[in-house]
């Protein structure tokens, strides 16, 4: 088990650029999530796949965001046009759908600065 | 919507001492989780203990248990011989029964945990 894998750890970029961010789940996790957390806020749901199947996106989630899993395995986060209000920290979260109760486990997550 | 309350931004203890960590939550659900996520600083989230709401038996693991009271929707962490690596945020955590439909933690925002050697 090496955990959930987050790529960049820091990204900082100007205004109205794109970005994109990548999770990698823990291996056999069929479920995949997305969370953004300002500072000092808990985290905020935005999104989830299972298997490759985004089956619930938030009201947080703007037009200006797009995530995919293809082949259910790995799932990147786009932002485009960025805004200064989008630097957050973007936490992605795997875990075994298969029973209900299993807990989520969280990647070391990818700051966002916005300048 | 759900929503999570932690009343308490920040809590002190004493090294070996027992502290409480606060959480209310607001449902219209009868069958949901609820979880305790430890966060230290710049590290990831790491989940502390997990209670089915089904269950009337409080979970434990270890140093750490919860009190979780139902009908007053409350679910409080208690932390047993507190030790310097216990520093961190604490984050309450709720997710209905997927068989609902959404499946996204709801969290609180979080107690600040400092303990004094």
């Known amino acids: 088990d090496t955990g959930v894998s987050q790529d960049p750890r820091h990204k900082i970029t100007k205004r109205g650029q794109n970005v994109t961010f990548r999770c990698d789940p823990i291996s056999e996790h069929n479920r995949l999530y997305w969370y953004r957390q300002t500072l000092g806020q808990g985290p905020e749901f935005l999104t989830y796949?299972?298997?490759?199947?985004?089956?619930?996106k938030s009201r947080l989630l703007s037009d200006r965001f797009s995530a995919e899993r293809p082949k259910g395995s790995f799932s990147t986060l786009e932002i485009q046009r960025t805004e200064q209000g989008d630097s957050a920290m973007y936490l992605c979260a795997s875990s075994l759908g298969w029973q209900d109760n299993q807990p989520q486990h969280f990647g070391d997550g990818t700051r966002l600065s916005i300048l | 919507a759900q929503t999570v309350t932690q009343s308490q931004p920040e809590m002190s203890v004493q090294e070996a001492e027992t502290v409480t960590l606060s959480c209310t939550y607001d449902t219209s659900e009868s069958d949901y989780y609820l979880f305790w996520y430890k966060q230290p600083p710049s590290r990831q989230m790491i989940l502390v203990i997990r209670?089915?709401?089904?269950?009337?038996q409080n979970a434990t693991e270890n140093r750490f248990s919860v009190n979780f009271q139902k009908a007053a929707k409350s679910f409080s962490l208690k932390i047993s011989d507190s030790q310097l690596g216990d520093a961190a945020m604490y984050f309450c955590?709720?997710?209905?029964?997927?068989?609902?439909?959404?499946?996204?933690?709801?969290f609180g925002k979080g107690t600040h945990l400092i303990i004094q050697p």
């Open positions: 209670q089915e709401a089904y269950k009337q």
């Open positions: 796949f299972q298997n490759e199947a985004q089956l619930e």
């Open positions: 955590a709720y997710r209905r029964h997927s068989g609902g439909g959404a499946d996204g933690l709801t």
